[in-house]
């Protein structure tokens, strides 16, 4: 009985689990602001990391501020921030270390050096669009300052993202890729090419046909940096069908669209009279004219650059463009135009007028001679003065008529004054010495020639010889030769004998009796006070007398 109470009373008995199913717990009055306390430690920290990010980024807008954050060695700070798990923290890093590329090449090479291309080239496959844009930023930055660079971001694998983000739905991101890709390819026929066979220029020719301005400026300027390399990089632009398309947007509003438009088909016609033709037959004549008229000095000047390289091939392509009113538009852009955005028309009239006597007379009746010798007396830089006296010689140099128009605007004498010139540079001396001897050599208009009988013997020679073949046939010319003083310059030339100047002065001095050539001669006054020294009046008298005696 004693142990069945017992077991009784066990089996009464609470034990501690059934208490503590409804005894109430204490409350853990310490672990609830444990928890507080460490989430505001990694809320601070947050914090931090988004000031810190936001501040340099800030900081690397102004360019006072870039060596103190070098010096600081923000760039070991702000690599792993790439990784960071708050998005607005890889962002703002990104954008920062791109604006730090942006600014100086040893900041770009800093990007490399610390192995920061390979997480940005990662990224760009995994994170959002805003991320996508920082990191082609940082690409875009880093590539534009040389080659070597720009080859890093090839080696870090950067351009298949690149070229996948050119299929964004989202324009901004294709933009920046865009952009980068074209920075890339703009250095080198190789980088071009490795940016090619990564399939870039089919979608390249998509983003320019999408509506948005900035996205269709910047494909066109990639489009450019690709083709300017070689005929064999243009023909693959021209294959993926992109001059059409270009050709379309000349006369479109968007003044910085024009100007990509028209130097991306400069750089396809430069190479060939192929591409050249192929640029052509887009139409592109007579509306890239207007452009010379545009109010914007770069359309103006990348559509003149456009013509040039057109004209420069062919006579047939040179004869289209005057056929199109080319020429007087060029002149009038060359007229307005100053500095060096009057060089692509100074060299365009050249490439004309070189082909044909036809040409050239197109630009002597379109008045281009006076906007060219303007160019060759104002402009302050010898490669524009020495692109004008080039054109001027192409002008002149196909018969006595255009070199009679040259001789009567006085180019000549401007030509000679400028090879004179002890500040011309060898390459405008050069040129300017080619232009005068091949106007010289068709010019038979002497008056005009008479100014440069002071000029120096290796181009006086020229004028000399044009003199000798004139004055034999044509008396009112050996007359005004002489009164001019002509005559009298060129006996008191000094000339070696046996030169050809000096056989050119002979054959003058034949044309004329020897007492006016001796009259003219530097000694003929110390010759007639020589025979006055030795004339004696008394026995002439003496002599006299005993003749009529």
């Known amino acids: 009985q004693e142990?069945?109470?017992?077991?009784?009373?066990?089996c009464l008995r609470p034990s501690a689990c059934t208490l503590a199913r409804f005894l109430p717990l204490p409350p853990p009055r310490r672990l609830v602001p444990m928890s507080r306390?460490?989430?505001q430690v990694f809320e601070e920290y947050q914090k931090a990391r988004v000031t810190f990010v936001q501040t340099v980024a800030d900081l690397a807008t102004r360019p006072q501020n870039i060596d103190a954050l070098q010096n600081a060695g923000v760039m070991a700070l702000l690599r792993p921030l790439l990784l960071d798990n708050v998005a607005s923290i890889q962002q703002s890093s990104a954008l920062a270390l791109g604006r730090l590329a942006n600014y100086s090449d040893e900041l770009a090479e800093s990007v490399v050096t610390h192995e920061i291309l390979p997480q940005l080239v990662y990224s760009l496959g995994q994170q959002n669009r805003f991320y996508k844009k920082a990191a082609a930023f940082v690409l875009r930055a880093v590539s534009k300052h040389s080659p070597q660079l720009a080859q890093a971001v090839v080696d870090s694998g950067a351009l298949e993202a690149l070229v996948t983000c050119l299929e964004e739905f989202d324009p901004s991101v294709k933009e920046s890729a865009a952009w980068a890709l074209g920075y890339i390819a703009r250095h080198t026929k190789e980088l071009a090419q490795t940016v090619v066979d990564h399939g870039a220029v089919p979608l390249l020719v998509l983003c320019f046909q999408e509506p948005e301005l900035t996205l269709k400026r910047i494909a066109a300027s990639a489009l450019s940096d690709i083709c300017k390399h070689s005929p064999e990089l243009a023909q693959v632009v021209v294959d993926a069908g992109a001059v059409s398309l270009l050709a379309k947007d000349i006369s479109h509003n968007d003044a910085p669209l024009k100007r990509q438009v028209c130097s991306c088909l400069a750089q396809i016609a430069k190479h060939s009279v192929d591409l050249a033709e192929v640029v052509v037959e887009a139409e592109i004549f007579p509306r890239i004219l207007h452009c010379l008229k545009d109010i914007d000095e770069f359309v103006r000047k990348n559509a003149a650059t456009c013509i040039r390289e057109i004209a420069r091939h062919t006579p047939d392509l040179a004869k289209l463009i005057v056929n199109a009113g080319g020429v007087a538009a060029m002149v009038d852009y060359i007229t307005e135009a100053r500095g060096n955005n009057r060089l692509p028309g100074i060299m365009t009239l050249g490439y004309i007028a070189a082909f044909s006597e036809t040409l050239a007379l197109a630009v002597v009746v379109s008045k281009g001679i006076p906007p060219l010798k303007d160019a060759l007396i104002n402009e302050p830089e010898d490669h524009l003065k020495a692109a004008s006296a080039w054109s001027l010689g192409q002008i002149g140099r196909h018969s006595p008529d255009h070199a009679r128009a040259l001789a009567e605007a006085d180019v000549l004498r401007r030509l000679l004054a400028v090879y004179l010139h002890g500040d011309s540079s060898e390459d405008l001396q050069t040129k300017a010495k080619r232009a005068l001897k091949s106007v010289i050599q068709k010019c038979t208009n002497l008056p005009a020639l008479e100014p440069l009988l002071e000029a120096p013997p290796n181009i006086l020679k020229y004028v000399v010889q044009q003199f000798a073949k004139v004055l034999p046939n044509d008396l009112a010319a050996r007359r005004s030769f002489v009164q001019s003083?002509?005559?009298?310059?060129?006996?008191?030339?000094?000339?070696?004998?046996?030169?050809?100047?000096?056989?050119?002065?002979?054959?003058?001095?034949?044309?004329?009796?020897p007492e006016i050539v001796q009259y003219y001669s530097p000694n003929y006054a110390e010759t007639l006070l020589k025979k006055m020294d030795e004339f004696n009046p008394t026995a002439e008298a003496e002599g006299a007398r005993r003749a009529a005696a």
């Open 3 to 10: 142990a069945i109470l017992a077991q009784s009373r066990a």
């Open 37 to 39: 306390a460490v989430l």
């Open 485 to 513: 003083g002509g005559l009298q310059k060129i006996q008191e030339v000094n000339t070696e004998v046996g030169s050809k100047l000096h056989d050119y002065v002979q054959e003058i001095n034949t044309l004329y009796p």
